[in-house]
């Protein structure tokens, strides 16, 4: 037996899925209100004799592995290990010796944590001063917020005592190693600083931000914040701080808070906007949007009107725009952060981000001329993936402007040829499709069918058989293509109709709808293409999409 068999025979997907989601009894299956989308009536199935879950509000669905791998928003090979240890099958590691040393250090940092936590609840002074902040015990403890007192060895010794030697402690980047005449030691990375544990998706501790006491003048010097130096477990490029505690309202709200600070998202949290993470001190990359886009497609971002600000985030919000993300952008007064505006008032933050405009609105309104337009904003417009979204904006800046749509475009095309995209330019990938959250419509239907047919594999019904076995064909399903997790949905769907073959007939034709939409679509781009080239040459080119876009119309009718 495989690892999965293994899990999947010694649990029951009724219990792992209770353990995050409350379920009700619904005939053989259980019923709950989706986790992955708002709803107020249940449409989220689970069945335990199918071993599979499906929700008809969102069209998720899966065997157990998958619904780990959304609710906790990690990959599959997380996903069995976290399945492994509650099922008590023990995952081989890919590589034993890698494995021992990074859980020996996620120990070493989870005990320094406990550490600075400890030493916060004895200085009233920096109690004082968090509360001054407007953060209060309970957020404290949430994000389990410490002290690293003045001293050269405090948390050196104290991970001492614990059997951590120096060099460990120098890996997990908590130690410096000194050379003096005295010779070589270790002294603490981190003095008199407000310690901020960096969390990895799990929770677990991989690193920390120190912000420096504020009486303490001189050691300012060294920087405000200090980081984590790049470790084992530490990669500051691939993590967002608060993720682990945001996940699950970024999924549910799909939506997520973006800021700039630790304490902005800590007050954010605290203010109820749970959603809320912060990149530490790096321009969004993209292995953060990829952490981010499991969950949401949606992201809102805080400025204030500061023009340096604005300038800041650009290069994060082209990269978003190009990995088909939306933005928004959620205004905060100005020369404020999110934090101190929460400290304020609460409610102020709170209308900000629901009343988010998106970037490109946002830009149009800071920007007036033709000039600063071209510059700043329809670069955005160019990074947008989908042509309808484009082509949606475009009309805003050419009425704006009072130009052409022609003549936008041509600047937009202008963009695209002088620097390709500008963020692969400057060393970007585009995100692999696999992660892709939504699938499309087409894949939707034909995940659909698929399950139909396994649902009804041993049919006697001849005029079925030969439906399924022409689709097959038609849609080149292979064997591996049909999981029996798919069933699930045909099952609920379908198990009252009066006639299957009708309802297997009806599914096929809006998968064909859906082919011909998008050839619509394809032509469509062609065309206008050609239309903006104006070249006298490709006349005959254009006439035969023309006739092509005619003959697809008149398919689509007659379905
Ligand atoms: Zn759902």
Redesign the pocket.
């Known amino acids: 037996m495989t690892s999965v068999e293994q899990i999947k025979s010694r649990l029951n997907i009724a219990d792992v899925v209770q353990g995050y989601v409350k379920l009700q009894k619904a005939g053989v299956n259980f019923k709950a209100n989706?986790?992955?989308?708002q709803?107020k009536t249940p449409?989220?199935f689970v069945s335990p004799a199918r071993e599979s879950w499906h929700?008809?509000?969102?069209?998720?669905g899966g065997d157990m592995f998958s619904f780990v791998m959304e609710i906790e928003g990690v990959g599959f090979l997380d996903s069995l290990k976290i399945l492994g240890l509650k099922a008590g099958v023990e995952i081989t590691p890919l590589d034993r010796k890698d494995k021992g040393e990074k859980e020996h250090l996620h120990e070493l940092m989870d005990s320094a944590k406990k550490f600075f936590e400890a030493r916060l609840k004895e200085d009233s002074r920096v109690i004082d001063y968090l509360k001054s902040r407007g953060v209060t015990g309970e957020t404290a403890k949430k994000f389990g917020i410490g002290f690293a007192p003045l001293g050269w060895r405090n948390l050196h010794d104290f991970l001492k005592l614990k059997n951590y030697s120096g060099l460990e402690m120098e890996k997990a980047g908590l130690t410096i190693k000194s050379s003096g005449p005295q010779g070589s030691g270790y002294y603490d990375r981190f003095r008199n600083r407000i310690m901020f544990p960096i969390t990895n998706s799990s929770g677990l501790t991989v690193g920390f931000s120190g912000r420096i006491v504020p009486w303490d003048a001189e050691a300012e010097k060294a920087g405000k914040y200090i980081n984590s130096p790049q470790t084992v477990l530490f990669d500051k490029s691939k993590l967002l701080y608060g993720f682990d505690k945001a996940k699950t309202e970024m999924r549910k709200q799909d939506m997520c808070v973006l800021v700039e600070g630790q304490m902005d998202v800590v007050m954010s949290h605290q203010a109820g906007i749970e959603n809320t993470v912060a990149v530490s001190g790096t321009a969004l990359t993209h292995e953060q949007l990829n952490l981010i886009k499991r969950l949401t497609q949606n992201i809102v971002m805080a400025f204030d009107k500061d023009a340096a600000g604005i300038g800041a985030a650009s290069r994060g919000i082209e990269l978003a725009f190009e990995n088909g993300f939306d933005i928004k952008i959620a205004l905060v007064p100005l020369g404020k952060d999110p934090a101190d505006t929460i400290k304020e008032d609460a409610s102020k933050w709170k209308e900000a981000v629901l009343g988010a405009v998106h970037a490109i609105d946002f830009y149009l309104s800071v920007y007036q001329d033709r000039k600063s337009i071209e510059k700043n904003v329809l670069p955005y417009i160019a990074a947008l993936p989908s042509e309808i979204e484009k082509s949606r904006w475009i009309k805003k800046v050419a009425d704006k402007l009072e130009a052409s749509e022609e003549a936008v475009w041509e600047e937009i095309k202008k963009i695209k040829k002088n620097s390709g995209s500008r963020a692969q330019a400057a060393g970007g990938r585009n995100i692999p499709t696999e992660s892709h959250p939504k699938k499309t419509r087409r894949n939707l239907l034909m995940d659909r069918l698929k399950g139909f047919i396994i649902w009804q594999d041993k049919t006697e019904d001849k005029e079925l058989k030969e439906l399924f076995d022409k689709a097959k064909n038609d849609f080149n399903f292979k064997e591996e293509d049909f999981k029996e997790s798919l069933a699930l949905e045909a099952e609920l769907l379908y198990s009252g109709s009066e006639s299957l073959l009708t309802e297997a007939q009806a599914i096929i034709k809006e998968i064909e709808k859906d082919g011909i939409k998008e050839k619509l679509e394809e032509t469509a781009k062609k065309i206008k293409k050609i239309e903006l080239q104006k070249s006298d040459g490709e006349k005959e080119e254009l006439n035969r999409l023309i006739g092509d876009f005619q003959t697809l119309m008149k398919k689509l009718n007659q379905l």
């Open positions: 989706c986790p992955f989308h709803e449409s989220f929700c008809f509000g969102c069209s998720r």
